[in-house]
């Protein structure tokens, strides 16, 4: 019985290090996702979780300092006990018992039961130990300026900028997605998976990388006949277009051709009488420097889906569309009037053939290249920028792992690439 006595405390120290252990494993493997999920349901232990986290230095703190003093406190009662049973001898036994009691019973045990319960592990202890860091408060904070200080020596700075947690989170979120999508089975699901991803990107990308070039962008000459102007929008493929006078660039209106049919049934059907001036609204220019994500916001606002892009001398550059943002987050939208990759061919040799102002992001997302998009936003502004000058018409370029073929060029301009793989034309 008096040994009993003797080793009780010893075990109740190494009960209360393990609650330490697991706790530290289970507060950072809980799943943050579902513990925002349960508080938002009104789980209260989720919420504490939650507070508890948003502190982690005070958190891991106080379980670092309570696991370590209470390890000691029991090695140096194991080390007392096993010498008054062994005498000087008993230091080596205290430290082999103790060894080996802490890290199967207080440090591997339980952490493995905590990795494997994480969630359920997290809301029962989470009442506990917010008691606890509320108690150790004092000590953490101590210790942790201590640390700071300390590590300031030696030029360590920690930081804490808004911007910095900003990008961190993304990244994170990026390397969740990334870390799904390569272990999705289901098609859905990698194409679910792959819209959260392009979401991010809404951010980091230029309205100049996702517009219609001017030189592919259906205009209305507001000179013209009326009846002509009727036939040209009835025979293109798009709702909104473009009106300019004179000069492409003196961009006066944009004309729907909703709004240019209830002026024809106004007018009874005299086309004659039209003044497309007035039917037309009035035009939205941004610059082309325009955040994706912000012109989204300003679709939404301003409950529009066209705008004019202009570089910082006015000029027209060419136009964005709200579908245009929307098919990068979910692909190419397309319908009957729609033109399936639009300037992209296939060759007889397995190669593609493409107009030089097709995107590199349309023909990443479509073939699943990996073709870098930072310097060049067209396939004809990667090869010049790879090759540092002009090239001419048959002269062949190899990178990224493509071979480039310069098929035709207007002036300095690209306009035709024949693009294959290397891989598929061997040594």
Do not use: C
């Not at 049934?265 to 009488?273: I, L, P, S």
């Not at 000058?389 to 690209?414: D, M, S, T």
């Amino acid at each position: 019985m008096e040994i009993f006595l003797d080793i009780l405390p010893i075990f109740v120290l190494l009960t209360m290090s393990a609650f330490f252990s697991g706790s530290e494993t289970a507060m950072t493997a809980a799943s943050q996702p579902r513990m925002l999920e349960l508080e938002r349901q009104e789980v209260r232990a989720a919420g504490i979780v939650n507070q508890l986290r948003a502190r982690t230095d005070r958190l891991i703190g106080a379980i670092l300092f309570g696991n370590n003093l209470i390890n000691i406190l029991a090695s140096a009662l194991a080390t007392s006990l096993f010498i008054g049973w062994f005498g000087s001898g008993g230091v080596f036994y205290a430290t082999v018992a103790m060894t080996l009691l802490v890290l199967i019973f207080a440090e591997v045990m339980p952490k493995a039961y905590a990795i494997n319960n994480a969630d359920s592990t997290a809301l029962r202890i989470a009442p506990v130990l917010r008691v606890v860091v509320f108690l150790l408060a004092p000590i953490t904070h101590t210790v942790q300026v201590v640390v700071e200080a300390t590590l300031r020596v030696f030029g360590v700075r920690f930081d804490r900028r808004l911007d910095s947690e900003t990008k961190e989170k993304e990244e994170e979120l990026r390397g969740v997605i990334r870390m799904h999508s390569a272990s999705a089975v289901d098609p859905e699901m990698a194409a679910e998976r792959e819209m959260l991803s392009s979401i991010l990107d809404l951010g980091d990308l230029e309205v100049e990388e996702i517009m219609t070039h001017r030189s592919n962008v259906a205009m209305i000459d507001a000179g013209k006949p009326a009846p002509q102007v009727v036939k040209e929008v009835l025979a293109s493929p798009h709702t909104r277009l473009p009106v300019f006078r004179g000069d492409p660039d003196n961009i006066i209106g944009v004309l729907h051709a909703k709004d240019l049919l209830r002026a024809v049934q106004r007018a009874g059907g005299n086309v004659e009488t039209l003044n497309i001036r007035k039917v037309a609204s009035e035009p939205w220019f941004i610059p082309e420097t325009t955040i994706v994500l912000d012109q989204l916001r300003a679709f939404r606002e301003r409950r529009e889906h066209f705008a004019t892009v202009v570089d910082e001398y006015g000029a027209l550059m060419g136009i964005v569309t709200l579908e245009d943002i929307l098919e990068e987050i979910v692909g190419d939208i397309a319908d009957e009037h729609d033109h399936a990759v639009a300037g992209v061919r296939a060759g007889r040799d397995g190669s593609l053939v493409v107009d030089g102002n097709v995107t590199i992001r349309d023909l990443n997302r479509e073939y699943g290249w990996e073709l870098p998009d930072e310097d060049a936003a067209t396939i004809a502004g990667l090869v010049m920028h790879e090759a540092q000058r002009i090239p001419e018409v048959r002269q062949v370029f190899a990178f990224h792992g493509f071979r480039f073929e310069i098929l035709r060029r207007k002036g300095y301009r690209i306009t035709s690439i024949r693009v294959s793989s290397l891989e598929d034309q061997g040594d």
